[in-house]
Structure formats: C-alpha cells, structure tokens
C-alpha cells in the first residue's frame, strides 16, 4: 500500500497569502496524484489531478507541481473560502490512498 | 449538471447489515467507474470500494474485504453498497464518487452517516 504523508499537519495563515502543502508518498505514483479540497459539513471537491492540472471551475490561484514521490499544493494568495482541509490522493496502485490531510487554518 | 444522491445509511448494532445506495443522474451512467469512500468523525478520506462502468470489475480495502459487497444496477443508474458483520469502526460518513474523465473521483454525493454502535 503507497501511503501519502501530508506536511504540515495545520498551517496557519492570512488572507492574502502564500500557503505551500506538501504530499510526500512511499513509492513513486509518477504523476496519479490528485488533491481535494474539503470544508465542514460538506463532501471533498476535486481541484487538481495528475499532479499540475487544474479541475473545471479551479481558480488559478491554485496549481499543483511534483512527479514521483513528492508533491507540492500551492494556493498563491489565500481567498477567506480557501480556509478548509486539503487532502491528496494518488491513483498509481491500487488500494487507492488519501494522505492524512492539511488544515489551512486563518490565523 | 452531475448529480450523486446517497441513501441507506442509519444506526446499526455491531454485527447487522445496512445497504447503501447511491442514484445517479447527469452522466452516461454505464460508462464511468464508481467508487465508495468514507470518513470517520473527525478523521480523514478512505477509499473502500470501486466498480468499473459495466460491473464486472470491483475493489476493496482490506479492512472491508469480505464483509462489504459493491453492485451497480445501471439500468437503475444506480451503485449499491451491501456492508455485512458490521463494526463500530465502521461508523462514518459514505460517500459515493464518480471516476471522472480525470480518472480520479470527479463528482461526488453529499454522503450518508452510518453509526454502528449498540
């Protein structure tokens, strides 16, 4: 089983700025990772797949980097909606796996 | 618009079985792969089971394996859930999940809360 680790655990911030996440996975997932946004009380939404390309309706302050084993989040001026926990997934073997998720938290 | 409605979940004493459905509309049904992933209270996503658009290919977690069964009914526009000898660690939310054109779960249902507890 590939198991994703996220970094930092929370991540405390301002709006308007720069927040990085990282996803760090056992074994290479060449570039099958995807990463989920996720507020309370509602249902993950995708916002990047195969590790740089940005959902449909994905504003560009998001975008996503990495390949292999190490991956990068990037929200490039944090809006007050982007508050919320972010996971990512990688679809290289089954069984599917999620990291353990980032908190972005207004700090 | 895709659209994915969850049902079937409630409270459940260890050791009973509840089915979930999840009725699908907005999309060529019988041509995506559907998946099933649930989230604990408090706790992160976890992928349990996946079925391939014509039924005949499915997965599971090891931690459900042999207990959970996941059908599709695509006449129904339909995937169900069938969870056996259930755990109290088995309480949490369900969501169903469409595999999108992405091939990661593109849409998804508002989920079901299953409580196993006695």
């Known amino acids: 089983e590939i198991v994703l680790t996220q970094s930092p655990g929370t991540l405390s911030l301002s709006p308007g700025e720069r927040a990085t996440l990282s996803c760090r996975a056992s074994q290479s997932v060449s570039s099958s990772l995807a990463w989920y946004q996720q507020k309370p009380g509602q249902a993950p939404r995708l916002l990047i797949y195969?590790?740089?390309n940005r959902a449909t309706g994905i504003p560009a302050r998001f975008s996503g980097s990495g390949s292999g084993t190490d991956f990068t989040l990037t929200i490039s001026s944090l809006e007050p909606e982007d508050f919320a926990v972010y996971y990512c997934q990688q679809g290289s073997n089954w069984p599917l796996t999620f990291g353990q998720g980032t908190e972005v938290e207004i700090k | 618009e895709v659209q994915l409605l969850e049902s079937g979940g409630g409270l459940v004493q260890p050791g009973e079985s509840l089915r979930l459905s999840c009725a699908a509309s907005g999309f060529t049904f019988n041509t995506y792969a559907m998946r099933w992933v649930r989230q604990a209270p408090g706790k992160g996503l976890e992928w349990v089971s996946a079925i391939s658009g014509g039924g005949t290919t499915t997965y599971y977690a090891d931690s459900v394996k042999g207990r959970f069964t996941i059908s599709r009914d695509n006449s129904k526009n339909t995937v169900y859930l069938q969870m056996n000898s259930l755990r109290a660690e088995d309480t949490a939310v369900y969501y169903c999940?469409?595999?999108?054109?992405?091939?990661?779960?593109?849409?998804w249902g508002q989920g079901t809360l299953v409580t196993v507890s006695s």
């Open positions: 195969d590790a740089s």
């Open positions: 999940a469409q595999r999108g054109t992405t091939g990661f779960f593109d849409y």
